[in-house]
């Protein structure tokens, strides 16, 4: 059975790489270009894991994530977050309260998003809500 | 005169003996009945005319002698201004009769008199310097004060009560004080702040040199904040040193908030850039890693994803050159190459760079191109560059589904060329903002990555190096339109005085510079 996951980022080539490498690993692959519609995806399509961009338009990485955390139906979704600003520790302690699962700077590569999603999937298999 | 006087008192005094014993001897006619009748008239008629003598001169006498009084009082009026002193005395017509008391008095009041004059004239002469050294002290107050009113900094003097006493006008301006000096009825205690009073407070109980500096967020009188280095120090250095009593405190402050806006947009701008140049990167890193992992069977993924990597490699380009032309055209240190180009082909150009983006997001890119030849004097790299600027920025900030339009015409004297969008548009207070480098609109800061660049570069081509004119038209919500003014090259002379200016301006440093 093969995974089901949500890439979201404003920036299309991006989401192209990303969308090309998981869906050559087997991957089932949504994308979306902002929160407001991975929100809308989240509902109607169940995926395991979300990958997201944090500076997009509508509603942001970490505002999709609150939406997420704050829904209980998708509370213990694992989320990973991309960004192409540096560090930020006022961002990075709210990333942790919302048990954002990884941050990944960009560039990133590829190659590494898919082995970090993998790991946290198959970590998923022993419910990781608890904390 | 006085040899007359003295004749005049003898003879009055003869005259009354006379009359004495004319009288003498009337009555001695009456008892004895000697004297015959005629003998007795004649007696008194001398009597009569005896004692009328005798009251003349005694008027006579006293009347001169009065005289005489005036005269001397006349004179010691005219010594009481002492500067007629010296003439007084050489005026020999004045009767100084050696023996006289009036003299004697009139000596000694006139050598008191020399002696307070001399003593005047040292007094006076005293006083001369003291207002020389007045008058300079008061130029040297009134320069300090001038000193202190053109600070810019807000200085102000707190006496040993707390209260405000001296402040410059950058001071009353932000704490709202009145009058350059407080005064009894209008004692204030200046800013309100906590630790500012604390600070005040410390200081006037201490002695000069003492002082401290802080770092304090202060309220102006009209309630905004200004983040200030602040220094105070004790007044006074106290004569004897174990006076305790301070004099009061200086305090001079130093409104730091400007700086710290800069600081803020400048690590804004870094954060901005930064980001701008990773999310090419990040496409372009993605991409080879796909193409090296050979995870790309055939060869037209192949080619796409070189395309990809192309055309993010030359958005990159893109936002390096604006940085860099900013940065030159800013600092003045540009080369210019003005050539005759047709516009119309300039703007093509641009359309065909910023075509995927606008496809990308849904929008339609529309261009509406005057048929007529529309000659410019420009550099043709930095028009395309404003252009590109004025178009991506439309998409930027227009929804997808929405409609950008170029249009281009030829008026009198100038060439036009307009960017309209159906976007978000601008309020009239960001309309004047957007110019201004690094400046993003908060309310849709979130719908583009950007480095609030592009617009103020724009400007900068069309208004700095081409003598031109970019102006905004836009309303909240209602789309805006950017549109450029430059004048026409074919209109013959006066196209070649309005470009040559500004340009040769510039491009002077960096003929030496780059030589």
Known sequence: ?131 | MSDSGRTSSWLSIAALALAMSTLVLCAVDEVLFVVDSTGKWIALGVTLLAAGAAVATGWWINASRQATVQRYVDLLCRIGDHRDLANISNDNSLPFPADDSWHRVFVQVRSCILAYNDRLQEADEIKAVAEVRAHRLADEVERLAEILASLPDPVFSVDSYGEVALTNGAARKMFGIEGPRGDGKNATRGPRDERLQEMLLEARRRKAPWQRAAELDLLDVEGRSHSCSVLIRALGVGQDPNDEVGHGAVAILHDNSQLKTIRQRHAEFVSAVSHEMKTPLAGIKAYVELLADGDTEDQETREQFLGVINGQTERLQRLIDNLLNLARIEAGVVVVHKQQQSLNEVLEEAVRVVQPSALEKQIALQSDLSELFLGVQVDRDMILQAAINLLSNAIKYTHPGGRVTLRSRLTEDEVQFEVTDTGVGLSSEDCGKVFEKFYRVKRHKDMAPGTGLGLPLAKHIVEDVHGGKLVVESALGEGSTFRVHLPAANSASPASSIENRPMESKSRSPRSIEA
């Open chain 1, 1 to 131: 059975m093969s995974h089901r996951i949500l890439l979201v980022d404003d920036e299309l080539h991006i989401l192209r790489a990303a969308e090309y490498k998981f869906k050559r690993a087997g991957y089932e692959v949504l994308c979306a270009f902002d929160g407001e519609e991975a929100w809308q995806l989240i509902l109607e399509n169940k995926p395991e894991l979300v990958i997201s961009d944090y500076q997009m338009p509508r509603l942001d990485g970490l505002g999709l994530v609150k939406r997420i955390r704050e829904c209980p139906e998708t509370a213990t979704l694992p989320v990973l977050l991309l960004t192409a600003k540096g560090f930020d520790l006022a961002r990075d302690q709210q990333a942790e309260a919302l048990r954002v699962s990884a941050i990944l700077g960009k560039p990133f590569s590829p190659r590494e998003l898919l082995a970090i999603t993998e790991s946290l999937l198959s970590g998923v298999a022993q419910p990781a809500s608890a904390p």
